[in-house]
């Protein structure tokens, strides 16, 4: 298989938030799948792929036994939720941003 | 056994009664408070000294009380908030109501720890205490250290303010089992536990169903979990018979990480968790065997939350729909935004999201070109609350004043707190349990 895919397609999310940080974890459905997760969610990638939004340090914890990775993003929810004007100020929704991230497949 | 009848200050209550009816549990737990809440709730008792609890009490225990008190579960809860004194009095009050004469209702007091900030005490986000104005109020979260000695009372309810969350589910952990509060890998295992009870429904389905992808049987009757917990810190996670929801490695993956930074350094007042090496086992329908939690020794300080006044959020909205709606919206937001900044001088900070083409991912995403039901909604937060009446004002006068079929406008104003962490030797926090009587 080769190609485009969107992470949502091989991929579940949960987000949740501590003050102005943000953290995501990701998993994949197989774990075939996992070193494709692992490969697109670089802090690089992320940070080029929304560069308004992450606007501090990315960190990604591995967790291979799980086939996910944790990422925790700061000074990524505007503000946080004492700051923010997002409706969504604790970035609930950041789950299915990422998800909606395209990685390229190969194997 | 342990059950979750509450997983924030929202949760359901019919969820909890079937809880309890259905299943033979040893502790009731109710996770009630969330930082901002606790700020609220001060916000609250400055009031009224006889407030500052949380405003569902009465309403959970009345439903909840005569089925713990005739089956034996012990019922443990934060629903204390800033004034655990007053929630403990009106328990009884309420007891009394309803007929549990001499139930017994055990407060854990010394969470509040204002007078112990000094105005240089350094923030975690910067700067010091002294530099964000006067604090509404200052919460240490406590641990098992301290609750053990209101759950020793052998009191049926035990209330308190700021506890650790996993710390609720821990110490009766600790109290039937008799772990060492040093038994590191006794309490993360305890701890991991916790953390996933704590959230209520968001490991038996909640905050999990995706359609099509990640289904959930029955979401609307979502039962609340429970945990079968073996002497050596091994459990089930499960959830109430009958009930809908879903509990498999997946809903257990995702709540084993929610707010969770370094998963090999969990802190809590209580343990240092390491969860890396966590093993999840499906072990039969909606069962979950979870073990391997690594514990370090605790820390020596503890985290404070420190509430501020945060003057008042506005949100003002106004919708659009049909051909051409998303221009006309777009119009409404350069004639709102010249009218705030350029008409009445508004410089502090202004958001205009168009829902129907991108708002929650605005700041991530391009906005899309096409819309047919497109809503404006405007928000600005300011000290003062006549900002916020000009933007409501501003954005309802687009009715008339503004692009072509324009409706369904509303507005808020709501007045706001702020939060911000320290930490605080243990030494300086003087904890004390108080127990009354119906």
């Not at chain 2, 530099?131 to 020793?152: F, H, I, V």
């Not at chain 2, 003057?311 to 777009?330: D, H, K, M, Q």
């Not at chain 2, 003062?384 to 369904?408: F, K, Q, S």
Request: proline fraction near 7%.
């Amino acid at each position: 298989m080769s190609g485009r895919l969107r992470l949502y397609d091989i991929a579940h999310a949960r987000a949740g938030d501590k003050g102005d940080t943000s953290n995501v974890c990701v998993f994949a459905y197989e774990p075939k799948h996992y070193p494709l997760l692992v490969r697109a969610l670089t802090p690089e990638r992320l940070r080029a792929a929304f560069p308004a939004l992450l606007r501090g340090p990315v960190r990604v914890f591995p967790l291979p036994q799980l086939s996910g990775v944790n990422l925790v993003m700061e000074n990524a929810l505007e503000g946080g939720v004492n700051a923010s004007l997002n409706l969504d100020g604790h970035g609930k929704s950041w789950s299915f941003l990422l998800l909606s991230l395209e990685v390229e497949a190969e194997d | 056994m342990l059950g979750c009848g509450a997983g924030f200050a929202s949760d359901r209550l019919d969820a909890a009664v079937a809880l309890v009816e259905r299943v033979r549990l040893d502790w009731l737990i109710l996770e009630c408070l969330g930082e901002r809440t606790l700020a609220f709730a001060h916000r609250d008792r400055r009031a009224d000294p006889n407030r500052g609890f949380d405003p569902l009490l009465e309403r959970r225990m009345r439903a909840l009380l005569p089925l713990c008190a005739a089956r034996g579960v012990r019922f443990l809860s934060n629903m204390g908030a800033a004034n655990p004194r007053a929630a403990a009095q009106a328990t009884v009050r309420i007891a009394r109501e309803l007929g549990l004469l001499g139930l017994r209702v055990a407060v854990l007091l010394g969470d509040e720890v204002t007078e112990a900030l000094a105005p240089d005490t350094p923030l975690w986000e910067g700067g010091r205490l002294a530099d964000r104005g006067p604090p509404l109020a200052a919460n240490a979260y406590l641990g098992c250290a301290e609750l053990l000695a209101a759950l020793a009372t052998g009191a049926e309810v035990v209330l308190t303010g700021r506890v650790a969350d996993p710390s609720l589910f821990l110490a009766p952990m600790i109290a039937r089992f008799g772990w060492r509060l040093d038994d590191w890998d006794r309490l993360a295992a305890g701890t991991l536990i916790g953390h996933l009870l704590e959230c209520g429904m968001q490991v038996t389905g909640g905050y999990f169903a995706d359609p099509g992808k990640k289904e959930v049987p029955d979401l609307a009757r979502c039962g609340f979990p429970y945990a079968e917990v073996a002497p050596d810190g091994t459990a089930v996670i499960t959830k109430t018979p009958g009930s809908g929801g879903r509990v498999d490695a997946r809903t257990v993956k995702e709540q084993l990480f929610y707010e969770v930074h370094d998963p090999a350094r969990y802190v809590t007042p209580d343990v240092v968790a390491d969860f890396t090496r966590v093993q999840i086992t499906e072990i039969g329908p909606d069962r979950v065997q979870i073990s391997g939690a690594r514990g370090y020794p605790r820390p020596p300080q503890l985290k404070v939350t420190i509430g501020f006044d945060g003057g008042y959020l506005a949100e003002a909205e106004i919708s659009y729909a049909g051909p051409n709606a998303a221009a006309r919206a777009r119009l409404a937001r350069a004639i709102l935004s010249e009218r705030m900044r350029a008409v009445h001088g508004y410089e502090g900070p202004l958001r205009i999201d168009l829902i129907g083409l991108r708002a929650l991912h605005a700041t991530a995403l391009p906005e899309p070109e096409e819309g047919e039901d497109v809503r404006l909604r405007a928000a600005l937060r300011a000290p003062e609350r006549e900002w916020g009446e000009l933007l409501a004002w501003e954005v309802e006068a687009l009715l008339t004043c503004g692009p072509a079929g324009g409706g369904g406008f509303r507005s808020r104003i709501v007045p706001q707190v702020t939060t911000a962490s320290a930490s605080l030797p243990r030494e300086r926090v003087r904890s004390e349990v108080v127990v009354f009587a119906a």
